[in-house]
């Protein structure tokens, strides 16, 4: 039986989201997931949000933008189709502030700063975790401490079990639409430490999906009701990827060699009853890292890290309409194509001054190149190239119940283009404070605290695009604030086999926003740093486990309630849209996810919700509504054997209710849709 005490608590505790949403203010603060040091190597006590093992495993998803939406706080940018673009917003901070790292080290693209989600399978992901502010760790690269928030994917390391030497897994997926897309992954054990794993996956679809485009005139009378065939949703698309792993004494190494081939069709938005408009993108992306890592001495730690990326991007667009004054001969396409290099170095240093504190420092180094060649574009290309150099000090101390993170990361950034003006040596620095308590012994009751600065710098297509670009950019300024906390319920284990609950604030506060403003002539448009916005809200998320007999069960629940409000001036002026929510920001959204495992069964449900919000035409007005959408997902998967081979089939229903909806304004979404996997373990 629970005590009076514990009672009390569990009931503020379930509570705190809807008193602290009642409550919100300007003054208000947002949380961070837990800030937990404890012990060497650094283990953090529920300090994200992660998806793993099973749990990602069967989750009815095809890429990481689709399993990412389970995150409380995330919004995912989709423009529809299995070829549109998907990207990812953590706390309406902006795509830019977020940092996605694939196996420890950050994607980059320094043309536009956008990481499409939708290139990455899931097929080969063990994890997938979100870090609000920075990890909890000190030991880690200069650019982990950078960003406002971060993402890491990190993909299955090889595992041996008894006597094997290699493992091989071949699956097969399909859908009620057009797909086709095999896959496998090879393991191979080299010596007693090292081994490798090589996998690939070819994705083919005409991409077609029907859908309902309906809209209304300002008085409720119907002024579109059509179903049409979603068309240039079509993709072509090939992963490769391999991978090395190591052991030495008292340390590790691995070494990644990854490629990307795609051609895909990207829809254009629906406007006045058109469908065809639209523009297709081929992609050639590959890099190759590596890690190293080693304790020296017991008080010594020591990371190297490295890698080489080249993309290229070539566009070509059906609409010859300009955009943001672009200059393209009339009656002729846009034809682009952009070639991306990047050079990096990291190498992190950490020492332990006594057992409760300990001191880090981090140096990275990073180049990029961005060439390009354009048709019918009758301007001169910049050709940039960036220098940037980062260090960052960072220190940790535990006495206690007590915890603290403090850091700071200084920035030097120099650039260089073949032609017109470049952008000046900017210097930044940003510091940083986390601070964590654990007030009663016999609870793990968990309080947590931060405030952060960051920045970002302004992308090549900020400073240089034609005509649209400003060299003069200053970078664009976040201070972050955040408190919260995480409570792990004491279970017997006759029924519950884990409850915890985290409440998170936060308030953020952007100057200086990179936006796109009209000049004098109101056809040419001008990147310019006037922007300003204020954000504030409350997360929950809930994390089940139980068990009825035989049947084990897992459940994930989030919930959102966010304010991002624009006070932006133009000229000392309030805009019309001042104080308004800013575009796709959500006041409510939440997720869910119900996992239940029988024997060989398997069983899972999963929900998405996002409220009301307003499309990218400035003022929060009733035509500027972009309605809610709720989506259900159900898969039901079967684990068997023939022979000496393990099997495992899988029938996915995603949008089951079939709703037509929006993720962005005029780009509708695919309705139900049925997938079939199969997959052989050898």
Do not use: C
Not at 308 to 314: E, G, L, S
Not at 378 to 401: K, N
Not at 458 to 466: A, M
Not at 665 to 671: D, I, S, T, V
Request: overall charge positive; hydrophobic content about 35%; cysteine-free.
């Amino acid at each position: 039986m629970y005590n009076i005490k514990r009672i009390r608590l569990l009931i503020f505790l379930f509570f705190a989201p809807f008193l602290l949403h009642s409550q919100v203010s300007n003054d208000s603060l947002r949380v961070l997931k837990e800030v937990i040091l404890k012990g060497k190597p650094y283990q953090e006590v529920i300090p994200v949000q992660t998806l793993s093992g099973k749990l990602l495993e069967n989750l009815a998803s095809h890429n990481v933008a689709d399993a990412l939406r389970y995150f409380a706080g995330t919004q995912i940018k989709d423009y529809g189709g299995l070829g549109g673009l998907k990207t990812v917003d953590v706390r309406n901070m902006g795509t830019h502030h977020v940092g996605v790292f694939y196996d420890g080290i950050q994607l980059g693209n320094a043309q536009n700063g956008v990481t499409d989600l939708g290139k990455y399978s899931l097929d080969d992901m063990e994890s997938l975790t979100m870090y609000n502010g920075q990890k909890s760790e000190i030991f880690q690269s200069a650019k982990d401490f950078a960003a406002a928030s971060t993402i890491y994917l990190r993909t299955k390391r090889p595992v041996f079990e008894g006597d094997k030497s290699s493992n091989l897994l071949v699956r097969f997926k399909t859908m009620s639409i057009n797909y086709f897309d095999p896959s496998f992954r090879w393991e191979q054990k080299l010596s007693g430490k090292v081994s490798m794993s090589v996998s690939s996956e070819y994705i083919k679809s005409n991409g077609q999906y029907t859908f309902r485009y309906k809209r209304n005139n300002l008085d409720g009378t119907v002024a579109y009701d059509t179903t049409a065939t979603r068309h240039n949703s079509d993709i072509e698309a090939l992963r490769v990827e391999s991978g090395l792993y190591g052991k030495i004494n008292n340390g590790s190494w691995d070494a990644k060699v990854y490629y990307y081939d795609s051609d895909r069709g990207a829809p254009g938005a629906i406007v006045e009853n058109k469908f065809s408009d639209g523009f297709r993108q081929y992609d050639k992306n590959f890099f190759t890292q590596g890690t190293f890592i080693k304790d020296f001495t017991k008080r010594y730690k020591f990371q190297a890290k490295g890698k080489f990326a080249y993309d290229y991007t070539h566009y070509v667009a059906r609409d010859t309409t300009n955009v943001l004054g672009e200059t393209v001969t009339e009656g002729a396409q846009s034809d682009d194509s952009y070639y991306q290099q990047e050079y990096y170095v990291s190498a992190v240093n950490m020492y332990s001054i006594l057992p409760a504190w300990d001191v880090s420092l981090s140096t990275d180094l990073q180049y990029n190149k961005l060439n390009a060649t354009r048709k019918g574009i009758q301007t001169q290309f910049s050709f940039p190239q960036r220098y940037t150099a980062l260090v960052s000090l960072a220190t940790t101390y535990r006495l206690g119940g007590f915890k603290v993170l403090g850091s700071v990361i200084g920035t030097n950034v120099k650039e260089e283009v073949r032609y017109n003006a470049k952008a000046p040596d900017k210097t930044e620095f940003s510091p940083a404070l986390f601070l964590g308590y654990t007030p009663f012994k016999d609870y793990d009751f968990n309080l947590r605290a931060f405030a952060k600065r960051v920045f970002r710098m302004p992308t090549f297509n900020d400073l240089y695009y034609t005509m649209v670009g400003s060299s003069t950019l200053r970078p664009e300024y976040m201070n972050q604030y955040d408190v919260g906390f995480t409570y792990n319920l004491p279970v017997r284990k006759e029924f519950f086999d884990k409850f915890s609950i985290q409440v998170d604030g936060y308030y953020t506060n952007t100057k200086d926003k990179i936006v796109a403003a009209p000049t004098g002539n109101l056809f040419r448009w001008m990147m310019t740093n006037i922007g300003q916005v204020k954000g504030q809200g409350i997360e929950s998320v809930i994390n089940m486990g139980m068990h009825i007999d035989k049947v084990n069960l897992t459940a994930n629940l989030t919930y959102t309630y966010s304010q991002s409000r624009d006070y932006t001036k133009f000229a000392g002026l309030e805009l019309s849209s001042y104080g308004d929510q800013i575009p796709y920001t959500p006041w409510h959204s939440g997720s869910g996810i119900v996992n239940a495992d029988y024997e060989t069964w398997n069983f899972n449900y999963s929900f998405i919700y996002v409220g009301k919000r307003y499309n990218g035409n400035v003022n929060n007005i009733k035509v500027n509504e972009v309605q809610p959408w709720y989506t259900h997902d159900l898969a039901v998967q079967k684990s068997f054997a023939i022979r000496h081979y393990q099997m495992k089939g899988a029938i996915e229903l995603n949008n089951v209710l079939n709703q037509q909806y929006e993720v962005i304004y005029n780009y509708p979404m695919p309705g139900r849709t049925l997938k079939f996997i199969i997959s052989i373990e050898l």
